[in-house]
């Protein structure tokens, strides 16, 4: 049975940094790629950041390019968020994701597109 833990989320005072981890289990994904979006109340999942099964990344944005940085550990099976200079829109709960599908050449954003998700990570940013 596939399982996905994030652990790594909390209350942060703007400016702060917080790094998230996700540890998957029942399944090797060093040939998928592994994701994390976030989702607010009320609000549609959005894609933060991916890496590839080559270790390429992908960012939502140019701001979350220069502040988060995405990373995995193949020999863990865990992907990790490191999130920097947080602001207050960063609050949300934090999902990891694996692709449905092995050895995909580029990253895609799509919530669609990943077949297991964990159970999230609150992250709030305030003073």
């Known amino acids: 049975q596939v399982q996905l833990v994030e652990s790594g989320g909390g209350l942060i005072e703007p400016g702060g940094s917080l790094r998230l981890s996700c540890a998957a289990s029942?399944?090797?994904?060093?040939?998928?790629?592994m994701a994390w979006f976030r989702q607010v109340p009320g609000k549609e999942r959005e894609f933060v950041a991916g890496?590839?099964?080559?270790?390429?990344?992908?960012y939502s944005s140019d701001d979350l390019k220069g502040r988060f940085a995405i990373s995995r550990d193949k020999a863990r099976n865990t992907v990790y968020l490191q999130m920097t200079s947080l602001k207050p829109e960063d609050t949300a709960v934090y999902y990891c994701?694996?692709?449905?599908?092995?050895?995909?050449?580029?990253?895609?954003?799509?919530?669609?597109?990943?077949?297991?998700w964990g159970q999230g990570t609150q992250v709030t940013v305030s003073s």
């Open positions: 029942g399944r090797i994904f060093s040939s998928y790629t």
């Open positions: 890496i590839g099964w080559r270790e390429s990344t992908l």
């Open positions: 994701a694996v692709d449905r599908l092995p050895a995909r050449r580029e990253v895609t954003a799509l919530p669609h597109e990943y077949e297991f």
